[in-house]
């Protein structure tokens, strides 16, 4: 899958209202990506926000071996992705 795919189908889960952590597992998990600053990057441009702002993802691995789980993902990148489907 490209890029541009990538970023529109992020796009598209996230106005029918996924969590954070959907958006994120589509990426790690179904299409098995596993670089961090590429999963960030394409977050990031998907939801039309700065790299900066979805640095809590570093944090964050679908195996729940880091130190943010799916509901403290949520938490914090919950309002980005809320903010973009409101648009």
Do not use: C
Request: hydrophobic content about 45%; cysteine-free; overall charge negative.
């Amino acid at each position: 899958m490209e890029h541009n795919e990538i970023i529109e189908h992020l796009r598209s889960m996230a106005k029918s209202g996924q969590q954070p952590s959907e958006l994120l597992k589509f990426m790690t998990v179904e299409l098995g990506m596993t670089d961090q600053v590429d999963i960030m990057q394409l977050f990031s441009a998907a939801m039309k926000v700065t790299l900066g702002e979805v640095t809590a993802i570093a944090a964050w691995w679908h195996e729940g071996e880091r130190e943010l789980t799916d509901n403290d993902i949520d938490a914090y990148m919950g309002p980005i992705v809320a903010e973009f489907a409101a648009a």
